[in-house]
């Protein structure tokens, strides 16, 4: 799966008379021929926006992305237009003014605010459509009312009370995280980096390697309205799961949202009930948001505050996934961190191979769905380093 800067970069670059840096920038010049003083003052300003919508997004990614200097980048965009050239997420990496992960990120904000401009954006649909890269050209029409959809939504949200605690997934941020999705992400999440946002992108890209039937039976079982927790061994994919679920629920126009109790601050009782009221706000009548607990026996005091601030309401659907021996834990009749809240919840038992011995947990229904041995990976989550070299 190639991002559209991955495109953009390799493909149109092979369409110009000139070349930038490494021969990856796209000169533009014989296409968009002496560009007025006034557009060149326009695009400086969509510029400038695209920054600033840079640094807010990435409030909400601030362990993974830096911040590159504001200097720099709009410098280099300038020097860019200066040249007729477009900017290149290769270039900035290799001038060292972001990683290439802030590069992307950061051009796809330039991008959705330079199509805004008229002139801008009739001459590259035009540009995409002489060389048959309609696909691409639909993704930028996209990109402005994705961009509008996002910062309604985070219009909509207290930042402290929600993506400071959790991540949202909206239709829009998995149609991003799909166009995001890089041969070297794939790569990453197969073998080292399972982040939330690189699972993100492959799962929202169809990379993964799924087991439908267990994934078929999560999504009929959200249907229902009743709790639902994926459980396991170490390695049988429960995560993956459980984001493919986000996916697919925010892919059929809902919204869901990932909160990760895993190295984390601790959740008051008082954090978690503006918690809930938010989530209960953002969502409208009539629908519901799925909530994703991932790792809630390394944050159980957070979940105890969760589970004694819980609403009680039909707007939040609960979804969480956790190790056997761990949920056993939370479960502990001494202790339980899932009282009333997860009263009526369902099992989804993910087996490892040759794992016969059933689990169960309280009075909670469960269906349990072996490893595939002939699939050579485990069936939601990631393969073994040989699955990625056979590819």
Known sequence: MFTIWTVLGSGLAGLNTA???AGSLLTIRDHFKNPSQELLSTLRKKSDEAYAQYCSYREYRRDELGLPDREAILGYWERCLRRNVFPCADDMAALQIASREEAEAILLFLMGQWMTVPEFSAWMH???????????SKALTDLPKLREEAAAIRDQLNDRDICGIAALISPGSVHEAKCLCSPAAVKNFFTVDNSFHTMLQVISAGEDVPRREAEEAVLRQLETGAPLIITGNGGQGKTSLMMRAAVQWASSGRLAVWLSLSGREFITEAAADR???????????GRRILLCIDNPFEGRDSLTSLGARWPYGEKIQLLMAERENRLTLLADPDQDRLLHWFDGA?????QGVNQTRPYSLKDYPSLRFPENPESGAPFCGKAPRTWWKKA
């Open 275 to 285: 918690f809930f009221a938010g989530l209960t706000r953002l969502t409208p009548a």
């Open 19 to 21: 070349a930038g840096f």
């Open 126 to 136: 035009d540009i995409l459509h002489q060389h048959r890269l309609d696909e691409i």
């Open 346 to 350: 369902s099992l989804v038992v993910l």
